[in-house]
């Protein structure tokens, strides 16, 4: 079976400081690997995928996020947070076939001070 | 543009009552799915539809019913039988590519309140 942890429930940090949002994941399979980001009472939005390219994947508005197959993670990470960066974040797993659901971790609430 | 529809973006249901959320697709994707969400716990898969006339139960089917008469239209009626369906409700769908899913696409959700 398949499943995701996200480490933490609830990050804060400031303003222009670095963010870590960290995901495990375990699969028999190789994973397609992805970062959602939700703000209050809102769709989610994509903010990146792994697909098994590079393993370094870089997404929108600044995020990145690394998969390490060794240490089963694919933490999520920006250099510089924004204020508009508070919002939910989910770690999702998919198996690498088609019409397979996706396995969502709990979430990760990312608060922002100034 | 292309996307997914969810409405009503609000809806109240009194208690003993069925009620149908609407999910609406013209992305000409093959595969839709519902997923609810509770503060905490994440998105949990109700039940998901890889092609018209067919649907497979997800991890909390119970409950709930969909159907999928048209590639574009996956409705989810939550029935009296749903003991706590007070949650935020979000339909999605899939697209592939050489027999694999190569993104997914999420409505803007569908918030039920039981009164």
């Known amino acids: 079976a398949q499943s995701v942890t996200q480490l933490d429930s609830h990050v804060s940090v400031s303003e222009g400081t670095p963010v870590l949002l960290r995901c495990n994941y375990s699969?028999?399979?190789?994973?397609?690997l992805f970062w959602y980001v939700q703000h209050p009472n809102k769709g989610l939005q994509l903010l990146l995928k792994?697909?098994?390219?590079?393993?370094l994947v870089k997404g929108i508005n600044g995020f990145e996020a690394e998969f390490k197959k060794s240490e089963t993670s694919f933490h999520l990470t920006k250099p510089s947070a924004h204020m508009s960066d508070a919002a939910e974040y989910f770690c999702?797993?998919?198996?690498?076939?088609?019409?397979?659901?996706?396995?969502f971790g709990k979430g990760t609430t990312l608060s922002v001070s100034s | 543009d292309g996307g997914i529809t969810q409405s009503p973006k609000y809806l109240f249901r009194k208690e003993g009552q069925n009620v149908t959320l609407s999910c609406e697709q013209n992305?000409?994707?093959?595969?839709m799915y519902w997923y609810r969400q509770d503060p905490g716990q994440g998105l949990r898969l109700i039940y998901y539809?890889?092609?018209?006339?067919?649907?497979q139960k997800g991890d909390i089917a119970e409950g709930y019913s969909v159907s999928r008469e048209k590639k574009e239209s996956f409705p989810l009626t939550v029935t009296s039988a749903q003991k706590n369906p007070t949650a935020f409700y979000l339909c999605?769908?899939?697209?592939?590519?050489?027999?694999?899913?190569?993104?997914?696409?999420f409505g803007s959700g569908t918030r039920l309140t039981v009164v």
């Open positions: 699969s028999s399979y190789s994973p397609s």
């Open positions: 992305l000409n994707h093959d595969a």
């Open positions: 999605a769908s899939s697209i592939e590519a050489a027999g694999k899913v190569s993104g997914y696409t």
């Open positions: 539809s890889q092609i018209v006339n067919d649907f």
């Open positions: 999702v797993v998919s198996l690498p076939w088609a019409g397979t659901a996706l396995i």
């Open positions: 792994y697909t098994s390219a590079a393993t």
